[in-house]
């Protein structure tokens, strides 16, 4: 867990309870239909976020930052926004100088953009890559700069231009790089069992 995500535990205490969804369908969608009948779409998914007693939603890493009207309504309703950056389920060319300074790019341009925003809760740094290192082992070079850039260089970047908002390197998360990741005690976790089917969905209640 990052440093600034810890202090988010020590200033505002353990006790604000997420109940969180992802955007992940809402972003299918954006890849059909004109940006009218989106805005439409989105007030009703934030209707039905309130509707169902959830205070959070998560922009997951694998979809699109969301538009400016979707954090207006966020900061309007009251609901909190966990922010991916755009960055899920596989190796990415960090250690590439061009590639990694592209992406520097993308980070100051959305870190300014949405920094201000009241709602936004939390920085993630991607979804669901450091749980892929397994598949990975003659990767080393990725891996190593996967470690370099979630856990050192990005939020470095993102402090220059957002100094309180707390950052958690990726999701899930354990208690360092590449240890603990599937644990229930720290970060958060991923439970693929109910995801894939192969679990019922009181096996949440096990595990929590």
């Known amino acids: 867990m990052s440093e600034s995500y810890k202090a988010m535990c020590r200033d505002y205490g353990t006790e604000l309870g997420y109940h969180c969804s992802n955007t992940t369908y809402y972003n299918l969608i954006r890849l059909y239909i004109q940006e ?15 509707f169902s007693n959830m205070n959070m939603i998560r922009v997951w890493g694998g979809g699109y930052y969301e538009s400016e009207e979707c954090y207006d309504a966020c900061d309007e309703r009251g609901i909190l926004v966990w922010q991916d950056f755009q960055f899920a389920c596989q190796a990415y060319p960090f250690f590439d100088d061009a590639f990694l300074e592209n992406v520097k790019r993308e980070v100051e341009y959305n870190v300014k953009r949405l920094c201000n925003h009241p709602s936004l809760a939390v920085w993630n740094g991607n979804n669901e890559i450091e749980d892929m290192h397994s598949a990975w082992m003659y990767m080393t070079k990725y891996v190593e700069w996967t470690e370099k850039f979630f856990y050192h260089i990005l939020e470095a970047e993102i402090r220059k231009y957002d100094k309180s908002t707390p950052y958690t390197p990726t999701s899930p998360v354990g208690e360092k790089h590449n240890y603990g990741v599937g644990s229930d005690n720290v970060g958060d976790t991923h ?3 109910v995801w894939h089917g192969l679990k019922p969905m009181n096996y949440y209640r096990k595990r929590m």
């Open 191 to 193: 439970l693929w069992a």
């Open 36 to 50: 009218i009948i989106l805005l439409n779409i989105g007030c009703y998914m934030l209707d039905a976020v309130q």
